[in-house]
């Protein structure tokens, strides 16, 4: 079993809609989740960044973290054709010398 | 800031040749990270630096690789001889220490590797 599970999609959504996208996770570890978004041919880009539970919203844009079931999400609202791009999580532990453990990534197409 | 930087952008190569990839960190960061993606696999952290000194090498996959950081502003990653199963995006990232949002990573375009 992988330590970070993402189902790679594609997730194909008309402008407009709401967009979940999910990890899970095994290792209770993780304090630090984040969401980085991928455009085609180029590297991944930090969208947003939690630390341990809670929510946090930037603009169009939530992430949520729920420890006690090891999961968690992004919201995207009001989805447009330029947020068409690969999606990945990745979470670290609280100790300096822990790796940043990536997920599969969810591919999302947003169709004008 | 210029980001980070790699070259070359696109590398064609055959199987037996040595390819070297190249990164030059974030001015200022401490953390280096080079990754491998592929659809396969994902992305896979392979080898990460600390001040130029290398901390953990588990996800090299074979001794055919191996990664050098000389100094703070240039790493290299070395694959010798090459095969076709290291076809890949090999992306290089770099960060600042420290707490919250310095857990930050900043990824660099990437060098597309295809070996034939």
């Known amino acids: 079993q992988k330590e970070v599970e993402q189902d790679p999609g594609p997730l194909s959504v008309p402008e407009g809609a709401i967009v979940s996208l999910n990890c899970t996770y095994s290792n209770s570890a993780f304090q630090y989740f984040m969401w980085y978004r991928q455009y085609s041919r180029k590297g991944p880009e930090l969208l947003m960044y939690?630390?341990?539970?809670g929510n946090k919203e930037d603009g169009r844009f939530t992430a949520q973290v729920d420890k006690s079931s090891k999961y968690i999400s992004l919201f995207i609202r009001d989805s447009q054709p330029s947020d068409s791009a690969t999606y990945l999580c990745?979470?670290?532990?609280?100790?300096?010398?822990?790796?940043?453990?990536f997920g599969a990534g969810t591919r999302l197409f947003v169709k004008a | 800031d210029a980001g980070v930087i790699q070259s070359p952008r696109h590398e064609v190569t055959e199987m037996g040749q040595e390819v070297t990839l190249r990164c030059k960190p974030i001015?200022?960061?401490?953390?280096l990270f080079w990754y491998r993606q592929t659809m396969m696999r994902g992305l896979e952290l392979l080898i990460y630096?600390?001040?130029?000194?290398?901390?953990?090498d588990s996800g090299m996959p074979e001794d055919r690789f191996s990664a050098k950081m000389p100094n703070a502003s240039f790493s290299t990653l070395k694959i010798q001889p090459s095969e076709p199963r290291d076809s890949a995006v090999y992306f290089c990232?770099?960060?600042?220490?420290?707490?919250?949002?310095?857990?930050?990573?900043?990824f660099g375009p990437g060098t597309r590797l295809l070996v034939l």
């Open positions: 630096f600390n001040n130029n000194v290398p901390i953990d």
């Open positions: 001015s200022g960061h401490d953390y």
């Open positions: 939690t630390y341990s539970s």
């Open positions: 990745a979470m670290k532990g609280n100790t300096g010398g822990f790796k940043t453990i």
């Open positions: 990232a770099s960060r600042l220490s420290g707490t919250g949002s310095r857990e930050t990573q900043y």
